[in-house]
């Protein structure tokens, strides 16, 4: 066996950095390359673009980016690649990137896996009456993708049959960490604390550089955003790691830039349910090892359900988006009256031309401060960007309000700039739901030869039996208190899945936590972001414990106007919501306030740090 596997996680998404890959191969002694390109967005995107064109179902600049130009260094380094850049089509991923690898005259061993994509069986399922797991919607008509959420093991089953790169459809974003690290310790189904630890690192490397410096809270800290260096995941046959970067590359691999990706996107941290496991994070001990060196240890683990989550993602309509500058004196009250005109305007033309009301509308006045709610200043803005969203049924209404939104430069606002082209894209929303792992057969094929996989389908988790940490009780002030900013005391990641967000609230030091505590309870948490629930008189907010590492993690329910799929919202991903939660108001002793960084707390009141203008 194996003492250390060193894993560089070289993408986060469709479009990621080309950098990666060369910023990688400068990590002596690494042994993977793991690629994470897809969301739910993607996978309804690539459908679509599965039927318009060649090739479109998978991530083409996998194979024309990030490998081809490295692939004879990959071979004769023994650098092994896994990657879910195959879409809705990994076979076709496959052939591309062996017909590539042919005409340069290489011959590496390509295996890729199949059984995810279930659009043959959408009638199947459709007669068996699934609603969908978070809001009990009913199975949608338009279907564009359908997809379960594999897991690692046919990942780890390809690379014991000699696979240098392994390419995957839709399976859950760890897997592509998790499946070389079963393969190199030989982990087994049943080591469910192992499989919890190489999801952590999994979950730690799968969006690139937001585990190392992307994205954190305490920015001035990091250097060198043009260079920001990718992950590199030193991991152990014991399940713990070490995350770091390359050398001479900019960006921070801390613990609280760790932390933070930790429970970037998690709901509650003591079932983190993926199909191989159910993980529980509440332990997790995150230590800084030496400069840009971040030890991670101590996941539990639980049997896996039996079932497979699946994700579709579903026609809805046409949205267009139309974004007007204007300058100038009385900027806002000028976009919010040439935004309710051009509405009206349309309301008419639609009318008029037969084609029916609009599925809905939204307005973002940018530089207005609206996505504070009632928080906002009023700063009678100078400069501000009228951002119309509109969604119809018809592509040529959507067309007709892109079209029509230039006529507001000589008709409406004095100051309105000449604006971007208005985009006009189609509307894709999600629909979950749960599928017995047993109804998902699962493929693989390498050197032209496919089998089907034998894989564990009986599940066994039970959450009840989660034991839940102990909570202290609230701190008592013998003196005098003061209200500090959460930022004085804390860090916070903020992320979206589906029409909720977590927002993890790490404590800057332990001492802190008490009182951050009994200031965040989630009553509180809840009338703070109250503008953003779709109905505030039923805002709900849990709140995790994740004594491991001093955190505290909310969850927001029905709070983004359909997720990231279907919101019209300036932040429909949810990136946003934890810098908006770090301006809450904490009582703290006096005596704490001196210990408190003057900056962080002159930044949380809305002042500039000093030296800034």
């Known amino acids: 066996m194996r003492k250390v596997v060193r894993i560089g996680g070289a993408s986060a998404q469709l479009l990621d950095s080309v950098t990666a890959v060369e910023q990688l191969l400068g990590v002596e002694e690494l042994d993977y390359l793991v690629f994470d390109f897809l969301g739910e967005g993607s996978m309804g995107h690539l459908s679509m673009l599965s039927k318009a064109m060649p090739g479109g179902g998978f991530a083409r600049e996998f194979v024309d980016v990030h490998v081809m130009p490295h692939l004879a260094t990959l071979l004769a380094r023994g650098i092994r690649v896994v990657a879910n850049a195959g879409g809705v089509d990994p076979a076709g991923c496959a052939e591309a990137l062996r017909k590539a690898a042919d005409a340069a005259g290489l011959v590496p061993r390509i295996a890729h896996v199949a059984g995810d994509d279930l659009r043959p069986r959408i009638e199947e399922l459709r007669a068996r009456g699934f609603t969908d797991m978070f809001d009990g919607r009913a199975f949608p008509q338009a279907i564009e993708s359908m997809n379960a959420y594999l897991g690692a093991f046919p990942i780890a089953e390809a690379l014991a049959r000699g696979a240098d790169i392994v390419i995957v459809g839709r399976s859950v974003d760890s897997a592509v960490t998790l499946g070389p690290l079963i393969h190199e310790f030989g982990w087994k189904p049943d080591q469910h604390d192992l499989l919890a630890a190489g999801t952590l690192v999994g979950h730690l490397i799968e969006c690139g550089t937001q585990v190392t410096g992307g994205t954190y809270t305490d920015w001035r800290e990091v250097p060198d955003w043009a260079n ?121 033309l639609l009318s008029q031309r037969g084609l029916g009301p609009w599925l809905g509308t939204h307005l973002d006045v940018i530089g207005s401060e609206g996505s504070l709610g009632a928080r906002a200043r009023n700063l009678r803005s100078r400069e501000v960007i009228c951002r119309m969203v509109v969604e119809h049924p018809e592509r040529a209404a959507a067309e007709l309000f892109g079209r029509e939104s230039f006529g507001a430069l000589t008709t409406m606002s004095a100051g309105s700039l000449i604006p971007p082209s208005p985009v006009v894209v189609p509307v894709l929303r999600v629909f979950s739901f749960l599928l017995e792992k047993a109804a998902v057969p699962v493929t693989l094929t390498i050197d032209g030869e496919t089998q089907a996989l034998a894989l564990r389908t009986e599940g066994g988790f039970d959450p009840a039996r989660i034991v839940r940490p102990p909570v202290a009780p609230a701190p008592v002030a013998t003196g005098a208190t003061g209200e500090v900013p959460l930022l004085a005391l804390a860090i916070a ?108 707390l002159m930044a949380g009141s809305g002042m500039p740090f000093a030296g800034e203008p």
């Not at 979206?496 to 993890?504: H, I, P, R, T």
């Open 228 to 348: 920001g260096g990718f992950p590199v995941a030193e991991c152990h046959p014991d399940g713990s790691a070490v995350i770091t970067k390359p050398a001479n590359t900019g960006g921070l691999a801390s613990t609280g830039t760790v932390i933070e990706q930790m429970l970037y996107e998690v709901a509650d941290p003591q079932a983190y349910l993926v199909p191989d496991v159910s993980c529980d994070f509440s332990a997790v001990r995150v230590t800084q090892q030496g400069p840009e060196r971040v030890h991670v240890a101590g996941a539990r683990g639980y049997p896996p359900t039996a079932t497979y989550k699946v994700c579709a993602t579903w026609h809805r309509g046409w949205r267009a988006t139309v974004m007007q500058p204007i300058v100038a004196i009385d900027a806002v009250p000028r976009a919010r009256r040439q935004a309710a005109a051009q509405f009206k305007r349309f309301e008419r």
């Open 493 to 600: 990641r903020s992320g979206e899945k589906g029409n909720l967000f977590n927002v993890a609230v790490i404590a800057r030091s332990p001492g802190y936590l008490p009182w951050i505590r009994a200031a965040l309870t989630p009553e509180r948490v809840a009338d703070w972001y109250r503008h953003l629930f779709d109905d505030p008189a039923a805002r709900r907010v849990e709140c995790f414990e994740v004594p491991g590492v001093h955190a505290l993690n909310f969850v927001v329910h029905e709070c983004l106007g359909g997720g990231i799929m279907g919101s019209m919202r300036l932040d429909a991903a949810a990136k946003n919501m934890a810098q908006l939660l770090l301006e809450f108001p904490v009582s703290v002793p006096l005596e704490l306030t001196q210990a408190l960084d003057p900056q962080l």
